[in-house]
């Protein structure tokens, strides 16, 4: 067999797992109403016996299906494999603080745009939808979320623990480049970064003496300047996460460092930053506003922590913007040493080729909503 028939495969498997996953929550949502009026609220019991897990197991996957069963379109997608159980369950949830019919709106486009997408970009899509189908809705979900932040304690085996910490998208985004900076400023010693960032987290937490950041605290945030001036209800986004509401946004923006980035009317795509810094500078900067992640398929790392990769090799010639594309070192690494191939596209896309001869296209992500002729 080829290695495109074992991928087949694979996805045959994938989508047998997805049809079993919505026929268990029709099944578990059957039993449910199935039961006596005086045992209902007691279900999850049973089901825990039964399928021999804890009760909360059992409520978890009866909530699962009660979201998944009261949403027929959604079900049908995962159980024609075209959508896993996590996607299905962020549809769901992202769609739940509309109201009729920008609900059914929503959970159409969704439906269409996630098949060929990750978790991830279909979350950054149905936030994006939301703001632009009801902005109030966006803002209420916002803080609804801001009220949940919380530290919590996860105990793990092996004498280790987790400490996680729920906060804004923006106040966890200066709070990682603090900790990076530092950890990055660090003399080389036998430790990654990974384990560098964990205990400069540590010693600030503990109070103990850290290094000073090198250079200043900084996110990435752009929005147009209808959003800013209050004219529109458009969401900014923050690198690295994606849409936040437009007034979360703006509260940002009143204390930021600004820099003009004009974008082609007719696709929103970045074509120029203000000539603030030495061209090389300057040049991945524009690189880092039109293209804000890794440009492999799928992957979420911010350009802003991504090699600038010639997608032709370097010819001494070609450090041009049609050649360079954001790349994290684990893709840049694997199109230098593997049978993985990439091109860049004449519209700004960029094409992979696989070891098993399948292609696979990145889309192009705009900083601003395209003119509307």
């Known amino acids: ?42 279900v999850q019991n049973e089901i825990a016996c039964a399928l021999h897990i804890s009760r909360h197991g059992a409520d978890r996957i009866l909530s699962n299906a009660s979201e998944l069963t009261e949403r027929p379109r959604v079900l049908a997608a995962l159980s024609a494999g075209l959508i896993d159980e996590s996607k299905a369950l962020l549809i769901v949830d992202q769609i739940r603080i509309l109201k009729e019919p920008q609900t059914s709106i929503a959970e159409a486009n969704l439906l269409e745009y996630a098949p060929t997408r ?48 729920t906060m804004t998208a923006h106040d966890t985004a200066m709070a990682f480049d603090h900790i990076d900076r530092i950890a990055k400023s660090l003399p080389k010693d036998d430790r990654t970064l990974d384990q560098k960032r964990a205990d400069v987290a540590r010693d600030l937490l503990l109070g103990l003496d850290t290094p000073a950041p090198q250079g200043q605290t900084m996110v990435y945030l752009t929005m147009p300047i209808t959003a800013l001036l209050g004219l529109t209800d ?46 090389s500078p300057k040049q991945r900067e524009l690189i880092n506003a039109r293209y804000p992640r890794c440009t492999a398929i799928g992957c979420q790392q911010p350009s802003h922590r991504c090699d600038l990769d010639h997608c032709c090799p370097f010819d001494g010639t070609n450090t041009t913007i049609k050649n360079l594309r954001p790349k994290c070192r684990h893709h840049h690494t694997m199109k230098t ?26 889309e192009l992500e705009p900083i601003a909503e395209p003119a509307p002729f």
């Open 234 to 279: 458009d969401p900014g986004m923050l690198a690295g996460y994606g849409p936040i509401p437009t007034n979360v946004a703006q509260d940002i923006a009143k204390g930021g460092i600004w820099k003009r980035i004009l974008t082609d009317p007719a696709t929103g795509m970045a074509e120029e930053v203000s000539d603030t810094y030495r061209p």
């Open 118 to 165: 990750t978790y991830t970009s279909i979350r950054r899509r149905a936030q994006t939808l939301i703001h632009k189908l009801d902005p109030k809705a966006a803002d209420l979900r916002h803080e609804e979320k801001r009220k949940r932040r919380l530290v919590e304690k996860i105990n793990l085996d092996d004498g280790m623990a987790e400490l996680r910490h």
């Open 1 to 42: 067999m080829t290695l495109d028939d074992l991928l087949v495969e694979v996805e045959a498997k994938q989508a047998a797992l997805c049809h079993a996953k919505a026929e268990l929550a029709t099944a578990l949502i059957t039993f449910h109403t199935a039961a006596d009026d005086r045992d209902y609220r007691f």
């Open 337 to 362: 040493h593997s049978n993985w191939r990439c091109e860049n596209r004449e519209d700004g896309t960029h094409t992979w080729t696989t070891p098993a001869k399948r292609t696979y296209d990145t």
